[in-house]
Each structure stands twice: as structure tokens, then as C-alpha cells.
């Protein structure tokens, strides 16, 4: 059986993931009750977004120094309060990748620490290895000099 083949961290992010939907509408839903939220939070960034998207579609269409009117109040505490809302799923979205990323990256670091400690084991063994076959070939040759010289012919 395959470990990795059901991350249950996933599914969490997931879940999350699905949660920040409920989330993210009550927060619209008080921004748009709060007057600080609406006025502080939610206007001023919708007015840009406002500025920018029509600026944007006047150059497109090819009229240059045309003014742009700012939304009304109920239009733009609407238009910051949807965006606000995009913004928190996107937020808890890419927390959710930037935590992915960093538990594959550990992951990986820790299997990578993994082998690189098998492969000086097995280094480690070779060396001895080595030293043994050494010392077992000079009491080789050893033994081979002493049965030489005890095989050496007698004259008479």
C-alpha cells in the first residue's frame, strides 16, 4: 500500500478551501452593515477597481482624457464588499498552496537527508570492506610465502 496516496492533508486544504466561501460572504455581509467597514475597508478599493476598469475599457475604445464618475455609494460599498470577499478566498487559497509547497518541500528534504545518510552507510561499509579484503590478501600472501618456503625441495 501506497502512503502517499491519499494525502489527508489535501483533503483539509480542501476543506478550508470550501469553508472560506461561508466565510468570506459574512464578512460582505458585515461590511456592508458597518459604516467604518463600508467607508475604510470596502469603498476606497472598489472605487480604484472602478477607475482602473473603466480607464482601461476608455483606452481600449481609443477615447484618451475622458473623466471617469466614481460610483455611488450603494454601488461601490457593493462592488468593495464582492471584492473583499474574492480577496479572502484567493488569501486562504494561496495559504493553503504556500502550506502545500513547504510540507512537499519538506517531504522531499527529508527524503533526500534519507538518502544521502544510506549512501554514506553504504560508503562507510565499502570502506571497511576495502580494509578487510587488504588485510585478508597480506595474510594471504603471507601464508603463501610461509607454505613456499616449506615446499622448497631439499637437495642432496
Not at 487559497?93 to 509547497?101: A, D, H, I, N, Q
Not at 578487510?132 to 622448497?152: G, I, K
Amino acid at each position: 500500500m501506497v502512503v502517499g496516496a491519499f494525502p489527508i492533508a489535501k483533503l483539509l486544504y480542501l476543506g478550508v478551501r470550501q469553508m472560506s466561501k461561508p466565510v468570506a460572504n459574512r464578512i460582505k455581509a458585515g461590511a456592508r452593515r458597518s459604516e467604518f467597514f463600508k467607508n475604510y475597508i470596502c469603498l476606497p478599493p472598489a472605487q480604484l477597481y472602478h477607475w482602473i476598469e473603466m480607464r482601461t475599457k476608455m483606452r481600449i475604445m481609443g477615447f484618451r482624457g475622458s473623466t471617469i464618475k466614481p460610483l455611488n455609494e450603494d454601488s461601490a460599498a457593493e462592488l468593495g464588499a464582492e471584492l473583499l470577499g474574492e480577496a479572502i478566498i484567493f488569501l486562504i487559497g494561496g495559504g493553503c498552496m504556500v502550506l502545500e509547497y513547504s510540507r512537499q518541500a519538506s517531504n522531499s528534504r527529508r527524503k533526500e537527508e534519507e538518502l544521502n545518510e544510506t549512501i554514506t552507510g553504504l560508503q562507510t561499509e565499502i570502506a571497511e570492506l576495502a580494509l578487510t579484503t587488504e588485510t585478508l590478501n597480506a595474510q594471504l600472501r603471507e601464508v603463501n610465502r610461509q607454505l613456499a618456503s616449506f615446499s622448497v625441495p631439499t637437495q642432496k
